[in-house]
């Protein structure tokens, strides 16, 4: 497979997770591990959206607004999810 057949399927696996996290949450875990996945495997860089999105600790989707809240507090993103403690800063000054 190319590099921009799997972004094209990483792309859409990550919408499909983010869409239906509301009514089928394990669906959602399921699609964005699949994702994950395939990118370890065919040795692709993970897409900034994915690596923001999915936790790494327990492997759920962390949207913002709905799973996670986030927060500009000085010079970081604050990512804080609302049903695990795993807390993602990143600097943007
Ligand atoms: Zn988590």
Redesign the pocket.
């Known amino acids: 497979m190319s590099r921009q057949l799997i972004l094209t399927e990483v792309e859409r696996l990550l919408a499909l997770s983010v869409r239906h996290y509301a009514d089928d949450p394990e669906l959602a875990q399921n699609a964005l591990e699949h994702a994950w996945r395939l990118c370890v495997h065919t040795d692709t860089p993970i897409p900034k959206n994915l690596r923001l999105i999915r936790?790494?600790?327990?492997?759920?989707p962390?949207i913002p607004g709905r799973t996670a809240k986030v927060r500009l507090i000085k010079g970081k993103i604050l990512w804080l999810?609302n049903?695990?403690?795993?807390i993602k800063q990143i600097r943007y000054k």
């Open positions: 936790c790494t600790k327990c492997g759920k962390h999810p049903n695990c403690e795993h």
